[in-house]
């Protein structure tokens, strides 16, 4: 099986390099609106916006920035499939702005945005962010009553284009081997994920800069493998419209999907190829570990007595599931990549237990 994966250098605002209906998967971590290191970004896009918080016009800044963000949307339901799902990861904001502190809500605006253009919300996603301070306030210290709350966590806001959920030709083979274990499921759509980091373990950092790096809204590797792992087929194409460091491309390599990325700063672009050369060796960690940590789960199951049975056997794999379904799961692993035109063509085999 091979996969192709292009990136364009452009502006997400008007991508006239995607086909209209040609993904079926979006996933991406926008700029956050209000987030001081995005000031600059937005200004550019629009300079009414840099106006705004010199005025200390909090609110009006706020709205301009999500315009800019609407542009990308717009486009969003133009090359999404009727059916396709749309994950968002977006934080909220805390800032003082004219010397008041406040919230402002990224994620609800972004809920809005896409429910107006006729995106159907689904259950949504906290996950828990690393913090290296310890502190868990701000204001006042430990005296009541203005303290304010710390933001530790951020929304993955999940939608569906359209009223329809996307359909299949009964006992679809792509869609039965991208199966997911009975217990990674229950892991997985959870609506609280306290376990991203260290899931899987992380590509090698590249030489970028860290003022690139900071600014490219780059979240863990295990958030886009899950969710291209959990909404997408083998086959599909996986979209991200704001590319940055490349993790959505390097977990829908890893996940044996197609993808595209549109980028506006060319300079992630060459900082990528650093971590190409270490997909086929990471891909392979990765599946393997998620083969051998079913097997754990099995070992567990046999030794409680309320454990949930393992009734039926994979068909690729010398191990029980728990489900039919489950047994025609087959994971694939990165083999060999070539460059293309706007980016690279991976190969895959199926993950083959004892082979190195």
Same mark, same amino acid.
């Given at each position: 099986?091979?996969?192709?994966?292009?990136?364009?250098?452009?502006?997400?605002?008007?991508?006239?390099?995607?086909?209209?209906?040609?993904?079926?998967? *979006?996933?991406?971590?926008?700029?956050?609106?209000?987030? =001081?290191?995005?000031?600059?970004?937005?200004? =550019?896009?629009?300079?009414?916006?840099?106006?705004?918080?010199?005025?200390?016009?909090?609110?009006?800044?706020?709205?301009?920035?999500?315009?800019?963000?609407?542009?990308?949307?717009?486009?969003?339901?133009?090359?999404?499939?009727?059916?396709?799902?749309?994950?968002?990861?977006?934080?909220?904001?805390?800032?003082?702005?004219?010397?008041? @502190?406040? #919230?402002?809500?990224?994620?609800?605006?972004?809920?809005?945005?896409?429910?107006?253009?006729?995106?159907?919300?689904?259950?949504?996603?906290?996950?828990?962010?690393?913090?290296?301070?310890?502190?868990?306030?701000?204001?006042?210290?430990?005296?009541?009553?203005?303290?304010?709350?710390?933001?530790?966590?951020?929304?993955? !806001?999940?939608? &569906?284009?359209?009223?329809?959920?996307?359909?299949?030709?009964?006992?679809?083979? &792509?869609?039965?081997?991208?199966?997911?274990?009975?217990?990674?499921?229950?892991?997985?759509?959870?609506? #609280?994920?306290?376990?991203?980091?260290? =899931?899987?373990?992380?590509?090698?950092?590249?030489?970028?800069?860290?003022?690139?790096?900071?600014?490219? +809204?780059?979240?863990?590797?295990?958030?886009?493998?899950?969710?291209?792992?959990?909404?997408?087929?083998?086959?599909?194409?996986?979209?991200?419209?704001?590319?940055?460091?490349?993790?959505?491309? !390097?977990?829908?390599?890893?996940?044996?999907?197609?993808?595209?990325?549109?980028?506006?700063?060319?300079?992630?672009?060459?900082?990528?190829?650093? &971590?190409?050369?270490? *997909?086929?060796?990471?891909?392979?960690?990765?599946?393997?570990?998620? !083969?051998?940590?079913?097997?754990? @789960?099995?070992?567990?199951?046999?030794?409680? +007595?309320?454990?949930?049975?393992?009734?039926?056997?994979? *068909?690729?794999?010398?191990?029980?599931?728990?489900?039919?379904?489950?047994?025609?799961?087959?994971?694939?692993? *990165?083999?060999?990549? =070539?460059?293309?035109?706007?980016?690279?063509?991976?190969?895959?085999?199926?993950? #083959?237990?004892?082979?190195?």
């Amino acid at each position: 099986m091979e996969t192709t994966h292009r990136v364009f250098v452009g502006d997400s605002r008007t991508l006239e390099t995607i086909d209209d209906d040609s993904v079926e998967l *979006v996933v991406t971590s926008p700029p956050y609106p209000m987030i =001081e290191m995005w000031d600059d970004l937005f200004t =550019e896009l629009d300079p009414d916006i840099g106006e705004a918080l010199d005025d200390g016009d909090g609110r009006r800044a706020f709205d301009a920035m999500h315009a800019q963000l609407d542009r990308v949307w717009d486009e969003l339901e133009r090359v999404l499939v009727d059916g396709g799902i749309a994950c968002i990861n977006v934080g909220d904001a805390t800032r003082s702005v004219d010397g008041s @502190f406040r #919230v402002f809500p990224n994620h609800a605006r972004v809920l809005e945005a896409f429910e107006t253009r006729g995106f159907d919300p689904l259950p949504d996603v906290l996950w828990r962010k690393p913090t290296n301070s310890a502190a868990k306030f701000m204001g006042s210290g430990t005296l009541p009553p203005n303290a304010y709350v710390t933001l530790e966590h951020e929304f993955i !806001l999940l939608f &569906r284009n359209g009223g329809d959920s996307r359909e299949f030709e009964p006992g679809a083979d &792509r869609r039965y081997e991208a199966a997911y274990f009975w217990e990674e499921r229950n892991r997985w759509f959870s609506d #609280v994920w306290t376990d991203v980091q260290g =899931e899987l373990q992380a590509l090698p950092e590249t030489d970028a800069s860290d003022d690139r790096r900071e600014r490219s +809204a780059a979240y863990p590797f295990e958030i886009p493998y899950r969710l291209i792992s959990m909404y997408s087929t083998y086959g599909d194409t996986v979209f991200d419209p704001f590319w940055g460091t490349g993790t959505t491309t !390097l977990a829908a390599m890893c996940a044996g999907r197609h993808s595209l990325g549109n980028e506006l700063e060319p300079a992630f672009l060459d900082d990528f190829e650093d &971590r190409v050369e270490n *997909v086929p060796s990471f891909s392979r960690s990765v599946a393997r570990t998620r !083969l051998e940590r079913h097997r754990e @789960f099995v070992e567990r199951q046999r030794h409680r +007595a309320d454990g949930t049975a393992c009734s039926y056997d994979a *068909v690729h794999y010398e191990t029980p599931v728990v489900t039919k379904m489950e047994r025609e799961l087959l994971l694939r692993e *990165v083999t060999g990549i =070539e460059s293309i035109e706007n980016g690279y063509r991976a190969v895959h085999e199926p993950v #083959v237990p004892g082979e190195n």
